[in-house]
């Protein structure tokens, strides 16, 4: 009663409010005389004292704040669901092994219980490691899942309240928990989770929010990002050209030009951002051949390094790429034939280091020779003098002429030789590597033997490849007053770039170098020595340092330790070369390309001396009679009787197995179908054992096709692709054709002396 409102102001508790009803009691209607409102009783401060005694106790909160911890404990597991969840799930695995105790009361109930483990586990490992590939990761998730059902076998067997259970339980489970935690895969998911955490922020700042990391590489000098921008996201070229770069470089707190953007050739959607943390050129790249080990002295470690591989082993390596920790490799010859090298760099921009790292690394393979010519200043032939073939220098004008008529020569001669193959190197028919520094003194407008060099110099930029002839060229600028011609810039297969002048002079060296990605020569490197770029053929480049080899009593020194070369050219084309014997010893040898078939005795042989004759000019003539190696006495008519019934037989011999033309002729598909499954066959290793052994018992006299195949004792179309494999592999060789076809080993083939 102590509640109750003034009557006739307030409307009842119940009492439902009309359509329209507003706050305050008012109901719809005509607006009242009075306003509507409640009246304080005041008694009512003492009638809540009065029943304060009597009010029920209020509820424990306990049910809130369980529910509340459990909440925040399932986002606590949430934020690392693969350790936490494992961790809780290993947690409430325990007492669950009280019923199994409890309901696996038979005597087999623990054994079938624990044989869901092996198959779970197997099952686990296969999907794992396929998805995966890492066997530590797969262990540990294999064992993970067997583990609930060996638990719960053993539960069953030993009960859960038991000091030893409990020992062995937390044990194993800690086990399991730090093995799948700490392996491989995990710590890459973290670490991945961390880097894509910090390039969220980046991104948020630098404007790409969007974006994905999909790779970090860690360099020698920083890191790299391989970011996918989306469909809907900014363009490659426009982020380039913007100030995404400075961006990030105000987020690293680094400069500007230690951040480098490029796109991707084959995906336009993907970003590789580079940041430089360290200094790319504060460590001098030292030179392995400089290196002494403990104990030995510097040089004699240098020249045990003279001729130990071949130049078709691999590329040249002549520096290191600072920021991948490559090489700087240069291929000057490869199964495709010589490379041809173009050099650019201003005064003190790093041509020398160059020169002398291609000399050096040709010092290691025995099947190159070195010819040096620098008409300016003699650099390389000052330099390297005692490991050179030949050299010319300042004011040796007559003497570079003499050279380049050597390798005119040579050119020529090898290409006779190849037969309009590829040249194939070796100690007796070395590569030739022909350097020219400063060449605007060799081919410039202003030198006075231009006429006589950029001649020979085009030919070996042309048809030097396939003879086995590198032309290296050095010049300060790339412009046809130094060059003389536009060969060599078409034929190179390499442009080094040292420092240069300005961006134009790079323009003039690289053309098209900002669209390839390349680096400003004229600002790269910070003023540091060897800095070079490396452009190939098809765009792709390297930057990097080149190994120092810039003292030069040091590098006098290891080229008298080298000493001259071994490798010597072909006797036959050697003795051809005008005044090449009065310098260098001409090996006795066969000629590599002999005269034309011996005539009959009675005629006498050819005595003749030019480049197809079977005796080499310069080389004194053998006294046998007749002025050529016939095996017998020509002069003992017993001796030629004997030889002349022997041609006459193997004459007959070739003429009854002369081959028959065809009636049709053969389809060129055919042939194409023959040449692919001799190309697809494999022969068997006891296959080629036997043809082999049988070739080496009929010694030169060799043998027919049909007795190989009688050997092999396969059918006919089998045996031919076998001994076509064979031939084509050089295990064998093939002589004639339809039936006089023979076969022979390399060391018995009757044409050896006679390939042209």
Avoid at 371 to 385: E, F, H, Q, R, T
Avoid at 513 to 536: F, K, Q
Avoid at 710 to 727: E, F, I, N, Q, Y
């Amino acid at each position: 009663m102590f509640n109750r409102p003034a009557r006739g102001f307030v409307r009842a508790p119940n009492q439902p409010r009309g359509f329209g009803a507003r706050p305050g009691g008012r109901r719809g209607g005509r607006r009242g005389r009075y306003a509507e409102t409640d009246l304080m009783d005041p008694l009512a401060p003492m009638a809540a004292l009065a029943s304060a005694g009597y009010q029920a106790p209020r509820r424990a909160p306990a049910g809130r704040l369980a529910r509340a911890a459990v909440r925040e404990y399932a986002r606590w597991v949430m934020r690392a669901p693969d350790t936490r969840g494992l961790g809780t799930g290993l947690a409430a695995l325990y007492p669950v092994g009280e019923l199994a105790h409890h309901y696996a009361t038979g005597p087999m109930d623990p054994i079938m219980l624990g044989a869901f483990g092996p198959p779970a586990a197997l099952a686990a490992w296969v999907s794992t490691y396929k998805a995966h590939g890492s066997p530590r990761y797969s262990g540990a998730v294999a064992a993970i899942v067997a583990a609930p059902p060996l638990w719960l076998a053993t539960a069953a067997a030993t009960g859960i309240t038991n000091l030893p259970t409990l020992l062995a339980y937390t044990l194993a489970s800690t086990g399991l928990w730090s093995a799948y935690t700490w392996s491989d895969v995990l710590k890459a998911r973290r670490r991945a989770a961390e880097l894509q955490a910090r390039w969220e922020t980046i991104a948020g700042l630098t404007g790409l929010e969007g974006s994905r990391l999909l790779r970090t590489e860690t360099t020698k000098v920083g890191v790299r990002f391989k970011v996918d921008l989306g469909v809907d996201g900014p363009s490659v070229t426009r982020l380039e050209r913007g100030d995404l770069g400075e961006q990030i470089a105000r987020c690293y707190g680094i400069g500007a030009d230690q951040v480098r953007i490029e796109g991707q050739r084959k995906n336009a959607r993907i970003l590789w951002i580079t940041l430089q943390l360290r200094d790319l050129w504060t460590d001098e790249v030292a030179h392995p051949a400089l290196t002494v080990p403990e104990g030995s002295q510097s040089m004699e470690h240098a020249a045990a390094g003279k001729g130990q591989r071949s130049i078709l082993d691999g590329p040249f390596t002549i520096g290191t790429a600072p920021e991948s920790g490559q090489d700087l490799e240069l291929v000057v010859f490869d199964a495709g034939g010589a490379r041809h090298v173009d050099i650019v760099a201003s005064n003190g921009g790093g041509k020398s280091n160059v020169l002398s790292n291609i000399v050096q690394q040709s010092a290691e393979c025995f099947d190159v020779l070195v010819v040096a010519i620098d008409l300016g200043k003699g650099v390389i032939p000052s330099l390297w003098g005692d490991y050179l073939h030949e050299a010319a220098g300042v004011d040796e004008e007559d003497k570079a002429l003499a050279i380049l008529a050597w390798i005119d020569a040579l050119v020529d001669e090898r290409a006779i030789d190849c037969d309009g193959g590829t040249h194939r190197p070796s100690a007796q028919a070395p590569v030739v590597i022909l350097i020219i520094d400063e060449q605007d003194t060799a081919t410039g407008m202003e030198s006075a033997v231009a006429a006589d060099i950029k001649p020979v110099l085009n030919k070996v930029h042309r048809r030097g490849r396939s003879g086995g002839v590198v032309a290296v060229t050095a010049k300060q600028r790339d412009v046809v007053q130094h060059t003389g011609s536009k060969e060599g810039k078409a034929n190179a297969y390499t442009t080094i770039v040292g420092r240069v002048a300005n961006a134009g002079e790079m323009t003039k060296a690289v053309p098209g170098w900002e669209a390839m990605g390349c680096p400003d020569m004229s600002t790269y490197g910070g003023g540091a020595e060897g800095v070079v770029l490396l452009v190939r053929q098809g765009g792709t480049w390297q930057a990097g340092r080149t190994r120092a080899l810039y003292d030069r009593d040091t590098v006098k020194a290891l080229a008298a330790a080298y000493g001259p070369a071994e490798a010597h050219l072909e006797p036959h084309i050697a003795a051809t070369l005008p005044g090449y014997a009065d310098r260098h010893p001409v090996p006795a040898a066969k000629s590599a390309r002999p005269a034309s078939p011996s005539p009959s005795p009675g005629t006498g042989p050819d005595t003749g001396t030019g480049g197809g004759s079977g005796t080499p000019a310069g080389q004194p003539q053998p006294d046998n009679g007749g002025g050529q190696d016939w095996d017998f006495d020509v002069t003992d008519e017993s001796q030629i009787d004997k030889a002349a019934q022997g041609l006459v037989a193997r004459l007959d011999e070739f003429i009854n197995e002369t081959a028959t033309p065809p009636e049709e002729a053969i389809p060129l598909t055919h042939l194409q179908d023959a040449r692919r499954a001799i190309d697809n066959t494999t022969v068997p290793a006891d296959a080629a054992r036997a043809v082999i052994a049988f070739l080496g018992d009929r010694g030169p006299k060799g043998a027919r096709r049909d007795e190989l195949i009688t050997l092999l004792d396969k059918p006919t179309s089998t045996g031919a692709r076998w001994l076509g494999r064979l031939v084509k592999d050089q295990i064998i060789v093939s002589v004639g054709k339809g039936k006089a076809n023979r076969y022979y080993l390399p060391d018995h083939d009757p044409t050896a002396d006679h390939t042209p």
